[in-house]
């Protein structure tokens, strides 16, 4: 994994949410014992955004959006094929993400 990925971070449910361009990860709170980490379906990028929401984990990277499962698994992909590479913001009713850098390749 290069070293500029950035690394996003939340808590939900005594559970840490980590992710980069790269993989998602749950960690538990109190003990920082692996839950999961999964690699991101999509393209890999130095910079992912994510929202959670309920129980469903969005996330952003590269112009692709992807929803997880609170336990890490892969519900769907969207690709936006053949609007290329870019930021993505994500947005919920009450609850909003835009990465701060768009990343490169």
């Known amino acids: ?17 980590a992710v980069n361009g790269f993989v998602l990860v749950f960690l ?4 920082g014992q692996l839950h999961k980490q999964v690699k991101l379906a999509g393209q ?5 955004v994510m929202l959670i929401d309920g129980h469903h984990v969005y996330v952003a990277n590269n112009g ?21 590479f870019g930021a993505v913001a994500l947005a919920l009713p009450g609850n ?4 701060d850098s768009v990343g490169s390749r």
């Open 28 to 31: 538990a709170y109190r003990t």
């Open 64 to 84: 692709e959006v992807s929803c997880y499962s609170s336990s890490g698994d892969l519900v769907w992909l969207q690709p936006f094929k053949g609007f290329g």
């Open 96 to 99: 909003a993400r835009q990465a």
């Open 1 to 17: 994994m290069p070293n500029n990925t950035v690394v996003e971070l939340a808590v939900f449910d005594n559970v840490v949410v």
């Open 44 to 48: 890999p990028s130095t910079r992912a």
